[in-house]
C-alpha cells in the first residue's frame, strides 16, 4: 500500500494546498494530511479548529485522512506507515528551501522519499501567511480558501 503524509501548520489551508492533494491523491493509496504542531510558532488558528476545518474540506475524499503531530515529521511517516512525502512548490526559494529539508529527511531516514509538486501558475502567489495578513486587516480571503474552509476563520480586524 502507497501511504503518503502532507505535512503542513495549514493556517489556514488554502486553494493552493487543496491543489496539490488532489492532483497527488491519484498516486497513492491513502493520503494523510499531517498538521504539524510547532511550539515556537504562533498560530492564527489553535490546532483542533484546524484539524475540524481540514476535515470539512476533504469530507468526501475518502483516500485523505487528516491529523496532527508533534515532532519530526520523518518520524511520524515511519509511526503512520508513510514511505513519501508531498511537498508543495510555488518558486525557486521554496525548491531550495524543500530541498534542504528533504536531503536532511533522508540523512535521517533513506527509505522515505519525497515527493515534490509544482503548484499551477495561478496559485503560485497564494500562502498561508499572505492569507493570514489579509485576515488580520479585515479583508476577503474567500478567493484563496476552500470555501468549506470559510466558516473557521477567525474575523479579525486590526487596520
Known sequence: MKIALF?????????????ILKRS??????VYVGIGLNSNK???MEADKRLEMLKAVFKSEPKIEVISYEGLTVNFCQKIGASYMIRGIRTVSDFEYE?????????LIP???SIFILSKPGYSSISSTIVRDILRYGGDVSQFVP???LQFLPALSNG
Request: glycine content about 2%; aromatic content about 6%.
Open 111 to 113: 527509505n522515505i522519499e
Open 42 to 44: 504562533k498560530p492564527l
Open 25 to 30: 491523491i491519484s498516486l497513492f493509496d491513502k
Open 99 to 107: 530541498k534542504a529539508i528533504a536531503q536532511m529527511n533522508h540523512a
Open 7 to 19: 505535512p503542513g501548520s495549514f493556517d489556514p489551508i488554502t486553494k493552493a494546498h487543496v491543489d
Open 147 to 149: 470555501a468549506e474552509a
